[in-house]
């Protein structure tokens, strides 16, 4: 059974870096052809895709929000991080993250229940 | 603002069937696989398409995908009330090496 769940803080201050963590279960990011993304969504707002990171540790990030924002994995974990510098209230929001495969890519098909992340000025 | 667009709102009865567009680029759209998603009020968004016309495990034959040029376009058909939510369509740009949302649509069904 494929799981995923964010966790983070529910509150940050303007400037301050937010980490945001995805545990997963029931498949492995070792596995070729897997992927993990991060897929936000402001209250009220459409969805906006954030970043991806592949098996083979492939990177890809949003082009508006590329130089804040990294991506990493820990395999043995089963965890993915997001790491977004310089927070300002709009990137308060709902943040997700998802599975992708090959077989849907670029698509996911299984996603996380989110996680509520408002930044305060 | 979404580089892909969609209307804002559709609407149509209950048995009807309804349509939404996407309209993108040769960047994305026009040369890549295209997928929409159903998002019903406080749940994540479920995968309704991909592949611009596969349907995953469980979603029934009603929803349906197709493309033309640089749009795209979700059916939906025998329309109820269950299906009131937003839909988002998405593909991959190759340009920007990224996956693109559009801008959603609600859809009610009166």
């Known amino acids: 059974q494929v799981t995923l769940k964010e966790s983070g803080p529910a509150l940050v201050e303007s400037t301050q870096t937010l980490t945001l963590t995805c545990t997963f279960a029931g498949f492995s990011l070792m596995t070729r052809g897997m992927r993990v993304n991060w897929i936000r969504q402001p209250p009220g707002k459409a969805l906006e895709w954030l970043a991806r990171i592949d098996w083979d540790d492939d990177k890809f990030y949003s082009a508006s929000l590329k130089t804040r924002l990294t991506i990493s994995k820990d395999t043995s974990n089963n965890q993915v991080f997001l790491t977004i510098t310089d927070t300002d209230p709009v990137d308060t929001g709902t943040y997700y993250c998802a599975r992708g495969t090959t077989e849907v890519t670029p698509a996911f098909d299984y996603w996380g229940q989110g996680t509520l992340v408002t930044v305060s000025s | 603002q979404s580089v892909l667009t969609q209307p804002p709102s559709v609407s149509a009865a209950p048995g009807q069937k309804v349509t939404i567009s996407c309209s993108g680029s040769?960047?994305?759209?026009?040369?890549?696989?295209v997928f929409w998603y159903q998002q019903l009020p406080g749940t994540a968004p479920k995968l309704l398409i991909y592949?611009?016309?596969k349907r995953p495990s469980g979603i029934p034959d009603r929803f349906s995908g197709s493309k033309s040029g640089t749009s795209a376009t979700l059916g939906i058909t025998g329309l109820q009330t269950g299906d009131e939510a937003d839909y988002y369509c998405g593909a991959w740009d190759s340009s920007l090496s990224a996956v693109l949302f559009g801008g959603g649509t609600k859809l009610t069904v009166l």
């Open positions: 592949d611009i016309h």
């Open positions: 040769s960047s994305n759209i026009g040369n890549n696989y």
